[in-house]
Structure formats: C-alpha cells, structure tokens
C-alpha cells in the first residue's frame, strides 16, 4: 500500500526556534514536493525535490531528500509568525497511477510570538 | 487569467441532489487531476486526465462521481445523489505533463445538507 506519513501533526513553536517536520513514504518514488496550506485557500507549492541527497533552501526553510531512507525534511529556521500553516508532502508514484500524488495528513504549524 | 479556476467556489446543496463542479485549467497544460480533501486531512486523489481522456480514475470512491474532459481543456466533476459524506473541498490540478509539477486550484467547497 503506497503510504505517505508526516510527522508531527500538530507543531507549536515560539519565534526564533528551530524544527524539523519529517515525511516519510513506503515505496520508490520519483520525486516529491512539499506544500503549503493556509486556512480556506489552496495549496501553494514550495519545493520540488527530484534526487538523493537533494536540498532546497527559500527563506527559513529547507527541504531535503534520502530516496534510500525514503524520507523528506523541512527544516524550519528562527520561525516568525507568518509561516503559520499547514505543510504538506506529496509523493509522485509512476507504477501504475499515472502521476497522481500522495499526500500525507500535514502538519498544522503555529508559530507564537 | 494565470492560475487553475475552479467554480463554483462554494456549493450548498441537499442530500440526493446532483451537482457539477468545473475546472478551468492553466493554458496548454495536457494534464488535469480532481483531489478530495476532508477537513483536517491531506488532498485525495480522485482522476487523472491526460488531454481528453480519463488516465486513471481508480481514486473516484463509487459509481456516483464521474469527470469528463470532453475538450482537453475544462474538466467537470459529477457527483449524483449526493450524500453527506460528500462534503469535502474539491481541488483541480493541472501539470504541463505527466511528472511536471501540479499548480492548484483554489477548490470548491461542497455542503451537502
């Protein structure tokens, strides 16, 4: 069963703290994304990670991928109130769906001043 | 204009009724994607376009649902005899391909009473 599990789900931070939300996918895959959800609106696209060993950085955050570990970060730096939101992964599986992706459940981030 | 349309943007209906959601994708991009998403969960894949015929439609939960893509271009969703746990945020995608990133919508929000 292709899976896709975040975690935390739920993540309160202060400003200026740092953490790590971690995705984790149950079969090869050929690239995944992250996203980003705020209340009533869509999703807006953050990073697209096709390799082993790749790294994006924009702003505060910075996603990684380990194809072998089957696992994706997004770290988080000096959080500040306005990347409040919800943070998706999605996993891109080619075996016979064509392209549709996978997400996990999020993971809802509060940021408190 | 430059995004994914989707309209309605909210949809209030009752239960047993039929109901259509349209999807207007982003200009020349050949591949279309519906998702479901529930409240407090990650988008749901439900059918995959690709031009004008369905790709892959294994994530439309029974015969009720069905999209069309008569043109290549807009897509409309069609749920008969609705029911209650069809409320959901309904979400469009399109991708100028298969493997290309997917630009979202801003979703129809669907009640059903």
């Known amino acids: 069963e292709l899976k896709v599990e975040q975690n935390p789900l739920f993540l309160s931070m202060q400003e200026g703290k740092n953490y790590t939300i971690y995705c984790n996918y149950s079969?090869?895959?050929?690239?995944l994304y992250w996203y980003r959800q705020d209340p009533g609106k869509s999703l807006e696209s953050l990073f697209v990670?096709?390799?082993?060993?790749a790294v994006k950085q924009e702003g505060r955050l910075m996603a990684s991928l380990d194809t072998k570990a089957r696992l994706s970060t997004l770290h988080i730096t000096a959080a500040v109130h306005d990347l409040s939101a919800t943070y998706f992964c999605?996993?891109?599986?080619?075996?016979?769906?064509?392209?549709?992706?996978?997400f996990g459940k999020g993971t809802k981030l509060s940021v408190k001043p | 204009g430059a995004g994914v349309s989707q309209t309605p943007s909210n949809k209030v209906t009752e239960k047993g009724k039929y109901v259509e959601l349209r999807c207007d994708p982003i200009?020349?991009?050949?591949?279309l994607y519906w998702y479901r998403q529930s409240l407090g969960q990650g988008p749901e894949f439900l059918i995959y376009?690709?031009?004008?015929?369905?790709?892959?439609d294994s994530g439309l939960p029974n015969d009720r649902f069905f999209a069309v893509r008569p043109e290549g271009s807009v897509s409309t969703l069609k749920i008969q005899r609705t029911e209650r746990g069809d409320s959901a945020v309904y979400l469009c995608?399109?991708?100028?391909?298969?493997?290309?990133?997917?630009?979202f919508g801003d979703g129809t929000r669907l009640s059903i009473l």
């Open positions: 990670l096709l390799s082993n060993g």
């Open positions: 376009f690709q031009g004008t015929g369905a790709a892959d």
């Open positions: 200009s020349g991009h050949t591949a």
């Open positions: 079969t090869t895959s050929d690239r």
């Open positions: 995608a399109s991708s100028l391909g298969q493997g290309q990133p997917q630009h």
């Open positions: 999605a996993v891109a599986f080619y075996g016979g769906s064509q392209g549709n992706l996978i």
